[in-house]
C-alpha cells in the first residue's frame, strides 16, 4: 500500500468513526435524524452551511474554471458575499417558523405558508430532481480526484463505490449530527489545504501572487480581463445577481437552518462566510500559476490543474493529504442532500397518505428513502452519460423557480395565492427543462440582439417570467376570491 492510500484510509477511518459517535443514541425521532434535534449552535452550523456550499468542485472544477477564464472565477466568491446578505435577514426567519410549526423538510415550508399540501409535494418533487445532479457530480469529482491521489491503484468506480458505502454507513445511522462533525474536519482541512497552496506555489515557483500576476499580464493578459461578449461584465453581474437570489434555496440549507439552535447562530454563520469564501481567491491563484508552470491543458484538463501542480511538487505523502481533501469535499454535500431528500419525500408525499405513522417508524422510512436515493445517484454516476449533464444544467435552475413563492411568504403581507406560487414554479421549471433539452437561450432565438442582453444570464429571464406568472395568477385569483366571499355574504344576509 503506497503512502497516499494509506494516508487517505486513515481520514475516511477517522471521520466515519467521528460521525458515528457523534450520532450514537441520538436518533430516536425523524427530528433528531433529519435536523439533529434542533440544537446545532453557531460554529457546527457554520461547517454545515459551509460544507454545501464548498465542495470537491473548490478544489478541481473551480481551479479549472481559473485556468480557463481567470478572473471571470470570482464571480462565486461575490455571489455568495452577496447572499449573506440576504440570508442574514431570512435564515432567521425561516429557523422561527420551522420551530413554531414543527417542520421537517422544505416542503414543509411552502405546504404551510400557502395551506397547500399540492406545494408542498411540487417543491419536494422540484428539490429532488435539482439535488441528485449535484449528488452525482460530487461523486464523479471524488472517484476522479482519489484514483489520481493513488497513482490510479484505486480506479475511480471503486472509489466511488467505496465513498457512497462509507456515506450510506454513517447517513443511516448517525443522521445530521454525523454529517455536521465531518463537515467540521473537511472544512478546516479544505481552508489550510487551499490557503497553503495558494500561497506557496506562487513562491515556490515564482517570486509571490504579485509575480504571478505580472507574467500573466504578459503571457495571457486576456485572462484578467472581462472579455467584450460572452463572459463580459454584463454576464458577470447578471450571474452574481441571478446566484446570490437562490444561494439559500436548496433543500439542504433548509434542513441545517431548521437545527439551528438559534437566530443568533444563523447571524454570525451568514456574517463570518464571506471572510471564508476568501478561499476561493486562493483556488484562482492556484489556477493562474498553474497556467505558468504546465501551460497547453485545454478544455476539463484544467480540472486536474491542482492536483498535477502538487504531483510536480510534494512527496506522495501531501498528495494522500489533498486526496482526502477530496474525499472529504465530496462525502458531506451528498449525505446532507440525501438526508434532505429522504426527510422530504417522507414528510411531504408519504406522511400525508399515512398520517397516523409513528415519529419512530418516520424516521425510518426517511432513511429508506435516502438509501434509495444513494443507490439511484451510485447508478446514475457509474453509468452517467449525457443525460446527467442535461441535469446538471436544470439544477440551478429548477431550485431557482422557487425564489417569487419563497420570498413574497415572508412578507407580512403576501398578496401571492397558492395558484399564483403553483403555477409560477411550474412555468418556471417548463422553462429550464425546454432550454436545457433544446439549447433553447435568448441567443439563439434572437440573435440579433445586442451583446449587453444576450450576455444576461438566461436563468435571469426564467425567474422573471416566473415573477411575472406568479404575479398574475396571484391577482386574479385574489380577485376571484374576494368576490366569492362577496357573493357568500350576501347569500347570508
Known amino acids: 500500500m503506497n503512502i497516499s492510500i494509506f494516508i487517505m484510509l486513515i481520514v475516511a477511518t477517522f471521520c466515519v468513526y467521528m460521525a458515528l459517535r457523534a450520532g450514537r443514541g441520538k436518533n430516536e425521532q425523524i427530528e433528531q435524524w433529519a435536523l439533529a434535534g434542533r440544537k446545532m449552535g453557531a460554529i457546527i452550523t457554520f461547517f454545515l452551511l459551509a460544507g454545501e456550499f464548498f465542495s470537491a468542485f473548490t478544489l478541481t472544477g473551480l481551479v479549472g474554471l481559473a485556468y480557463n477564464n481567470g478572473i471571470a472565477t470570482l464571480y462565486i466568491m461575490s455571489y455568495i458575499s452577496i447572499a449573506c446578505i440576504i440570508g442574514y435577514f431570512t435564515l432567521p426567519k425561516i429557523r422561527s417558523y420551522s420551530r413554531k410549526h414543527k417542520l421537517i423538510s422544505q416542503g414543509d415550508f411552502f405546504a404551510k405558508k400557502y395551506s397547500s399540501p399540492f406545494l408542498g409535494k411540487l417543491v419536494t418533487i422540484v428539490g429532488a430532481i435539482a439535488l441528485i445532479p449535484t449528488i452525482v457530480m460530487a461523486l464523479k469529482g471524488m472517484g476522479l480526484i482519489v484514483s489520481v491521489a493513488s497513482y490510479e491503484v484505486i480506479s475511480p468506480n471503486t472509489a466511488i463505490w467505496v465513498g457512497t458505502t462509507i456515506v450510506l454507513i454513517y447517513t443511516l445511522i448517525s443522521g445530521l449530527q ?154 458531506v454535500p451528498c449525505s446532507v442532500s440525501i438526508i434532505s431528500i429522504g426527510s422530504m419525500i417522507t414528510s411531504n408525499i408519504y406522511m400525508p397518505l399515512k398520517p397516523d405513522t409513528s415519529e419512530r417508524k418516520q424516521m425510518n422510512i426517511a432513511r429508506l428513502f435516502a438509501m434509495i436515493a444513494g443507490g439511484i445517484c451510485l447508478y446514475l454516476t457509474l453509468n452517467s452519460n449525457g443525460a446527467i449533464v442535461f441535469l446538471q444544467l436544470l439544477s440551478y435552475n429548477f431550485i431557482m423557480q422557487l425564489f417569487p413563492a419563497f420570498i413574497f411568504s415572508l412578507q407580512k403581507n403576501n398578496f401571492i395565492t397558492k395558484q399564483g406560487a403553483i403555477s409560477g414554479i411550474a412555468v418556471g421549471v417548463a422553462l429550464a427543462l425546454y432550454s436545457a433539452a433544446t439549447g433553447t437561450t435568448l441567443e439563439t432565438l434572437f440573435p440579433s440582439l445586442p451583446s449587453f442582453i444576450l450576455d444576461i444570464n438566461n436563468g435571469l429571464y426564467m425567474l422573471i417570467i416566473n415573477l411575472m406568472v406568479t404575479t398574475v395568477v396571484s391577482l386574479f385569483t385574489n380577485k376571484s376570491l374576494q368576490k366569492t366571499k362577496e357573493l357568500e355574504k350576501e347569500i347570508v344576509s
Open 178 to 331: 454525523g454529517s455536521s462533525r465531518v463537515a467540521l474536519i473537511k472544512d478546516i482541512l479544505m481552508f489550510v489545504v487551499l490557503v497553503f497552496l495558494g500561497i506557496f506555489f506562487a513562491f515556490h515557483y515564482f517570486d509571490g501572487i504579485g509575480s504571478v500576476m505580472k507574467q500573466i499580464a504578459e503571457i495571457k493578459p486576456e485572462v484578467l480581463i472581462f472579455p467584450d461578449t460572452g463572459l463580459s461584465l454584463v454576464w458577470y453581474v447578471s450571474t452574481v445577481i441571478f446566484m446570490s437570489l437562490g444561494l439559500y434555496l436548496w433543500p439542504y440549507t433548509f434542513l441545517s437552518t431548521y437545527a439551528a439552535k438559534s437566530d443568533k447562530a444563523l447571524r454570525k454563520n451568514t456574517v463570518l462566510m464571506p471572510l471564508y469564501s476568501l478561499m476561493q481567491l486562493f483556488a484562482l491563484f492556484i489556477g493562474l500559476t498553474a497556467i505558468l508552470v504546465i501551460p497547453g491543458l485545454v478544455g476539463a484538463e484544467g480540472d486536474m490543474a491542482l492536483i498535477n501542480l502538487v504531483f510536480e511538487t510534494f512527496d506522495p505523502w501531501f498528495v494522500g493529504i489533498i486526496g482526502a481533501t477530496g474525499f472529504l469535499a465530496s462525502i
